[in-house]
T-cell receptor, first 114, second 115 residues
Framework: KAGVTQTPRYLIKTRGQQVTLSCSPI?????VSWYQQTPGQGLQFLFE???????NKGNFPGRFSGRQFSNSRSEMNVSTLELGDSALYLC?????????????FGPGTRLTVT | AQTVTQSQPEMSVQEAETVTLSCTYD???????LFWYKQPPSRQMILVIR????KQQNATENRFSVNFQKAAKSFSLKISDSQLGDAAMYFC????????????WGAGTKLIIKP
């Protein structure tokens, strides 16, 4: 069974631009979560989607948004990019949206904002 | 709010030796899950081991085992017979059993394996 895939793997953008990252969960998984990883702040939860609905959202500004499609694939969008948005963005999928179900992570998208 | 603390930014161990990584957490909940994840230089986050708080027995996965002390809110990871492939960042994470399923992470410990 294929693992979680994220595209693109690397991205360079300029301040003020917007970016869309994609995540394809493991087949059959219906929950997708997004995390931001930076050297300064560590790993921080962005949001979680289940059955096309956002169930939880972390403490991030409204410039960060996401969505989930009927096939469980998810996208996250960051508008008006800032230098501080440079990070590794990790996507994780799980079978169901319940804490007993393990999350499986993708390889991440490295976003650099210049 | 729950917090997770890993007090060791870096640890090193000789190949084939045993090493213990520390993790403490703070929560007012009685039921929850704890995890250790490994992130090698390839960046892929890999689940190493998980522990359900309601289980008193410590989880074990091959060379990896935990020492879960619920009253002390401590969750350490022991790696036996360390191998070069164990070199990575190790993250301790907490997950509530209520409706908020996000993982709350520690800052990580970089494990160096000396050949």
């Amino acid at each position: 069974k294929a693992g979680v895939t994220q595209t693109p793997r690397y991205l360079i953008k300029t301040r003020g631009q917007q970016v869309t990252l994609s995540c394809s969960p493991i087949s059959g998984h219906r929950s997708v979560s997004w995390y931001q990883q930076t050297p300064g702040q560590g790993l921080q939860f962005l949001f979680e989607y289940f059955s096309e609905t956002q169930r939880n959202k972390g403490n991030f500004p409204g410039r960060f948004s996401g969505r989930q499609f009927s096939n469980s694939r998810s996208e996250m969008n960051v508008s008006t990019l800032e230098l501080g948005d440079s990070a590794l963005y990790l996507c994780a999928s799980s079978l169901e949206a319940a804490s007993s179900y393990e999350q499986y992570f993708g390889p991440g998208t490295r976003l650099t904002v210049t | 709010a729950q917090t997770v603390t890993q007090s060791q930014p870096e640890m090193s161990v000789q190949e084939a030796e045993t090493v213990t990584l520390s993790c403490t957490y703070d929560t007012s909940e009685s039921d929850y899950y704890l995890f250790w994840y490994k992130q090698p230089p390839s960046r892929q986050m890999i689940l190493v081991i998980r522990q359900e708080a309601y289980k008193q027995q410590n989880a074990t996965e091959n060379r990896f085992s935990v020492n879960f002390q619920k009253a002390a809110k401590s969750f350490s990871l022991k790696i036996s017979d360390s191998q070069l492939g164990d070199a990575a960042m190790y993250f301790c994470a907490y997950r509530s059993v209520d409706s908020n399923y996000q993982l709350i992470w520690g800052a990580g410990t970089k494990l160096i394996i000396k050949p």
